[in-house]
């Protein structure tokens, strides 16, 4: 089960006025399941994306990138799951293509309007038949209120579907901001098989867009790890349609957008957190904090050193205050970051929660094996380094490695 | 048990003329269990080493290359296992210290003429007393014929000991080459908690030997990986006694160095594929072919992302021939080698065993899933990469990650 992860259930998605979302039961992959989405998003609304880094990715995530260049007002949103659309060459481009037109006639708008995206299977053909003809359920089921079954709609392996909705005000308007996100496995920053759609009602102009939902994935989907596996459709997009009446945020000094930047960020962090809390396998939460980096490069190093060796997430998987494997990693971070070299590991500073558990490159005088037990006993596990050369902080948030990780990625396919 | 290792009864080991060996049960973590060597070096020997990058190296790494620098001549190595000396500060350099001078007074030699070598437990001071009562002992026990006792007391989490010897000839003088290894966990480039002894009879100038070590490092420890990790402990080190009579080789240009080197290098790789196989929890024995990059570094970078993704490794457990794994990992491997930014992966061709499975960005359309299931099937798999880009190649030697793998990491310290 997810470590710490609300249920749906109990939480409250209100609707974002200007923004409808209608489900289907394709029969993509298996019957009997919500497989299909379609977002639609009201003219004037500012779009925009964040999208993987793998130079493998896949066919919709070109086409994504593409309209979100060209066209002048991007309408709806389709994804799928079941089926990634990944490494399928020229038909995968074709397929993509394929749904973006039957939606486009169906909305009646362009194609370059239709944003298209996929998660699940790579390298298998999506079945066009049984997905175009999800569509039309789709959209007869457009309304705002069905953030619940869209975030059902778009999971994969995740146990629990994962959404989150807060407000803030903006002036004398009300601003609302819902969002559901996917993914449990092959989670790596830039990303993941990990899809995010935040939307708001807030006016925000296309080009500041633009740059916060940049800004916001540094700070959420780009700073997690279940498995350090990059994946091929990892998508994230903001929605701002502009229909809470504020008058459209166009200045990047701008007070208010800092209050809506919290908001958004907020939704994303909880977001981005919630596919860790449901990374395959995974028992414990794990946050790593470092302190006092040269560079935020140099902190996100050895925070991902940590958060991605399978000899730390064993141990925590085991409740083992292992803190050897943790200074190792440290050690080895600098392979990923040149300025780590000249690290000096007798000023560094390792906390289990609140217990300083090493330093002067050894273990902590007042630290016992009673004392690291406890804060291993916990589901949600913090561990913190301070590096004590310079003034630049990231945080990592991470979780175990179990003997059901491997279980459900041995299995996957069968 | 490891993936195709022979058993170390079957070896013929012969001994290496100016090289003797003596071990000891010094209880050093579990009592009734050879864990203390020592092997002696003629004088007139070349002694060379390589050692972890961990900027949390171990004391006994610092003391190893201080004393390779400094001394006039090597006289003896001596390796405790159970037990790492790292992440053990100021006390862990004087307890290194103190192994080097109660061995040094009994040898007779300079303080600098010992190299001393820890693996096992980190962050554990070393048990001084029982070690040190256990040097008398293996330097009593000091003879040229005793490779396979000195293999089996380097080992850790090792479930078989690991060792080679081949010959060669250089003009009218045979040359011998044994060796021993150790590893299991926390394997990876530069190097691991790993361990590596290899000595010849040759007389090769001590300048000479460091530049080949190193180059030999490369080719064979610097290639595998078994959980991404990289210890605090790794050394390589080559001893060339120069007992067999042949004169020095001191030119790099001498066609001799060239058949000496060769026969280096066979026994360096397989002691490094020893370890490979022999991975904690393996079962299968991954090689990965890059051919045709752009760099070294990039065909190694390429490797490396398969080798180490834990969902490639999943799936390999799982004997699933699953492509799409192997292409994200090629599509991230541009997080660790820039010049990876601009792969156009429609050129790249995939291959298992001898079977094309992907091409043109997709699944190659003669491939079978039954075909595919069939290489799965063997516990040695070969995947190739061609990036049709360049003219350099890599091989990365892996292991799959089973069940095995959590519980022995999990329960490591228990």
Not at 28 to 53: C, M, R, W
Request: aromatic share 6%; glycine share 6%.
């Amino acid at each position: 089960m997810p470590v710490n992860l609300p249920s749906i259930e109990n939480q409250i998605l209100p609707p974002v006025k200007g923004v409808r979302l209608g489900w289907a039961e394709a029969n993509i992959k298996k019957p009997n399941h919500k497989d299909l989405l379609v977002i639609e998003v009201a003219y004037g609304s500012s779009v925009s994306g964040v999208f993987t880094q793998n130079r493998f990715c896949a066919a919709p995530v070109h086409i994504c990138k593409k309209h979100l260049d060209e066209a002048k007002q991007i309408k709806a949103l389709v994804i799928n799951t079941g089926n990634a659309n990944a490494g399928t060459g020229e038909q995968g481009m074709q397929d993509a293509m394929s749904t973006c037109e039957q939606l486009a006639s169906q909305l009646d708008v362009p194609v370059n309007a239709i944003l298209p995206f996929s998660t699940g299977v790579i390298l298998e053909h999506l079945p066009m038949g049984r997905l175009l003809a999800g569509l039309a359920p789709a959209v007869n089921r457009l309304t705002e209120d069905a953030w619940e079954p869209a975030a059902w709609s778009i999971m994969t392996t995740d146990v629990a579907p994962k959404a989150y909705a807060t407000t803030c005000q903006l002036a004398e308007h009300s601003i609302q901001v819902t969002g559901i996100s996917k993914g449990a496995g092959m989670i790596h920053p830039n990303m993941a098989t990990m899809l995010g759609f935040i939307a708001t009602d807030a006016a925000i102009s296309q080009p500041l867009l633009n740059d916060i939902t940049k800004q916001i994935a540094d700070l959420s989907f780009n700073c997690i790890s279940v498995d350090g596996d990059t994946s091929t459709n990892d998508s994230f997009i903001i929605i701002a349609s502009g229909k809470a009446g504020n008058p459209e945020i166009t200045d990047s000094e701008d007070p208010l957008l800092k209050t809506i930047f919290q908001s958004l960020l907020e939704t994303a962090q909880y977001l981005a957190k919630a596919i860790v809390r449901d990374g395959e396998g995974a028992t414990k939460f794990i946050t790593v904090n470092v302190l006092d980096a040269l560079s935020n490069e140099e902190a996100k190093a050895v925070g991902y050193a940590i958060a991605k060796s399978p000899l730390v997430k064993t141990a925590m998987f085991a409740s083992d205050p292992n803190l050897g494997r943790v200074l190792a990693a440290i050690g080895y971070a600098s392979r990923e970051c040149e300025s780590l070299q000249d690290l000096n590991v007798d000023n560094i500073e390792l906390y289990f929660g609140d217990v300083l558990v090493a330093e002067k490159g050894g273990r902590a005088h007042s630290y016992t094996e009673e004392a690291g037990q406890k804060i291993m006993q916990d589901a949600e596990i913090e561990i913190t380094v301070k590096l004590n050369r310079g003034n630049d902080n990231a945080t990592i948030w991470s979780c175990d490695f179990s003997y059901d990780y491997v279980r459900i990625n041995a299995e996957y396919r069968t």
